[in-house]
């Protein structure tokens, strides 16, 4: 059993913030769930409804615990992407509201973002600045169009855009989006590269402290570890190419920042999600028949036999990178399946250039005299940072032999 983040239930300093947020999305997804659906114009992505909730309730609003505002941005756009995410409607709501159950990592980042877990933690609510927000809804066009063009995309999976304020102003942007990770699986290694070097090590004593989860690691761990991305030529390039259309669009907004979240799953050591929702046993013997390993595809009947207890999101199998266990499994140079799952997506892509260079002036005079480390941290612009970004995760993906 494994925990992770800390039961956001009442008492807890941030139960109201979560209760507000939770009750906003609740009243504002289910009503426009209930709209009848026309294709989308383009005032539908810039629309913006606001909401004002209070202990008494009025005509509009049901009444709620606490007073507050809460905005939902692009309503119909996100029912729209929910529904090609394959989401069910009730499920969604279900999953996030049923109990007013949260889960806080607090805030694993440099940002200050918060994240939380829905319930069943399928889903990430991530608070984030107000830049990323205003980005959010900028490329929101282009974000959808991509999705559409190519389902399989491995940016990030956007569910919602809101805005709650608070009684003295206070106002918290939150988006809402995939939990990468599967609630039933025990992720052994996680890392998170950009292909950038500085800075980039998680430090030994950070990774023995952290006996939750595993540690997240960053590129110099990875080379130490001298992990790869195992893939054989069929899946590497199928992963490959979608990378590249996904890395286009993000340099084409000039985005940044951005990088590879993936989590490792050893099929031999198994053990369970962070709710112990199951325990799978590993059957070996599976994944040696040679007739299930020939597919580079995973054979459904062996997915079947490492999963016991509830299935991970049924809808998410549609999706190529989501497809095995809920990621894509790992295959050597001949193609045969390897007992090794892989959860990955481009996390944190709402970042543009200027956002990112100022991050970094501050941080240059916070943590930083020296002249020779200033040029090395200097921001790189959007194209730059994408090439460089695929050139790793390039030659991370290719066998070792061949480096
Ligand atoms: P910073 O800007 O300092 O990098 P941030 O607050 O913007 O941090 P992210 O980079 O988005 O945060 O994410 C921080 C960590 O949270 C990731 O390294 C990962 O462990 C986890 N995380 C973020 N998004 C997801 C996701 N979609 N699925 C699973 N885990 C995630
Ligand atoms: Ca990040
Ligand atoms: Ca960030």
Redesign the pocket.
């Known amino acids: 059993y494994v925990l992770v983040g800390t039961k956001v239930s009442e008492g807890h300093q941030n139960y109201v913030t979560a209760y507000n947020m939770l009750t906003g999305i609740r009243v504002s997804v289910s009503r426009c769930n209930a709209k009848v659906k026309s294709p989308l114009t383009d005032a539908d992505f810039r629309e913006s409804h606001k909401l004002a909730f209070d202990i008494s309730g009025n005509e509009l609003t049901p009444s709620a615990r606490y007073d507050f505002k809460f905005k939902d941005y692009a309503p119909k756009v996100f029912r729209d992407l929910r529904e090609h995410f394959r989401l069910d409607p009730a499920d969604y709501l279900m999953s996030l509201t049923a109990k007013y159950i949260l889960s806080e990592?607090g805030?694993?980042?440099?940002?200050?973002?918060f994240?939380y877990y829905s319930r069943d933690f399928r889903f990430?609510i991530?608070t984030v600045h107000h830049s990323e927000h205003k980005m959010l809804r900028l490329i929101l066009r282009e974000y959808y169009d991509h999705v559409k063009k190519h389902p399989h995309t491995l940016i990030?999976q956007f569910y919602g855009l809101h805005r709650l304020e608070l009684p003295f102003g206070h106002k918290v942007h939150f988006i809402i989006?995939?939990?990468?990770?599967p609630p039933d699986k025990l992720i052994h290694r996680?890392y998170?590269l950009k292909g950038s070097f500085l800075g980039r090590l998680t430090a030994k004593d950070k990774v023995k402290q952290s006996q939750e989860r595993a540690p997240?690691l960053k590129d110099l761990n990875w080379l130490q570890n001298q992990e790869k991305i195992q893939l054989g030529s069929i899946k590497r390039q199928v992963f490959l190419n979608q990378l590249e259309k996904d890395i286009k669009l993000l340099q084409r907004l000039n985005l940044m920042?951005y990088?590879l979240?993936i989590?490792i799953c050893d099929l031999t050591l198994g053990g369970s999600g962070p709710r112990g929702l199951s325990v799978f046993e590993p059957k070996p013997e599976i994944n040696n028949n040679p007739t299930s390993l020939a597919s580079p595809r995973l054979n459904r009947g062996s997915s079947l036999a490492y999963h016991t207890g509830r299935s991970h999101s049924p809808t998410a199998s549609s999706f190529t990178f989501y497809h095995d266990l809920g990621g894509f499994q790992a295959t050597d140079e001949s193609n045969q399946l390897i007992p090794e799952i892989y959860y990955f997506?481009v996390?944190?892509c709402l970042?543009n250039y200027s956002w990112v260079k100022r991050l970094e002036t501050e941080w240059r005079i916070l943590e930083t005299q020296d002249m020779k480390q200033e040029k090395l941290i200097s921001a790189i612009p959007a194209r730059e940072y994408g090439e460089r970004f695929l050139k790793f995760i390039k030659l991370e993906a290719q066998p070792k032999s061949k480096v």
């Open positions: 990592l805030s694993p980042g440099k940002s200050g973002s994240f990430i991530k990030s989006m995939n939990n990468l990770f996680t998170d997240v920042d990088s979240l989590g997506g996390i944190d970042t």
